[in-house]
């Protein structure tokens, strides 16, 4: 099961259990890999509001802000640790997808 199909599931109100966290952990690291690489990926397509809204961030984010927050969400990071939400923003900047004035 793809990282869309999980969060579909858990806007449908299904939980994300420990397994399926640490699956989902693996997978934002791999889609910030790939968007170092390319911009054609689908995690930087903009996430249905539905899921945007289960994900706490703005209606018109990426889809791979909202994994990133679903993850800070049930699977907190450790403390001295920076959010994967925040690990995401600074790739995003970094790589030009993002611009901050």
């Not at 966290?21 to 903009?46: F, M, P, W």
């Not at 450790?78 to 600074?90: E, I, P, S």
Request: overall charge negative; some cysteine; charged content about 20%.
């Amino acid at each position: 099961m793809n990282y869309q199909l999980l969060l579909e599931c858990h806007a449908q109100g299904t939980e994300i259990t420990k397994q399926e966290a640490e699956l989902l952990d693996l997978e934002l690291y791999s889609q910030i890999e790939s968007i170092k690489v390319s911009r054609t990926q689908g995690c930087l397509e903009i996430a249905p509001d539905h899921i945007c809204k289960i994900s706490l961030v703005c209606k018109g984010s990426t889809w791979i802000t909202c994994l990133a927050a679903v993850l800070d969400q049930v699977s907190p990071v450790t403390m001295g640790n920076k959010a994967r939400g925040a690990q995401v923003f600074d790739e995003l900047v970094k790589n030009g997808y993002l611009v901050i004035d």
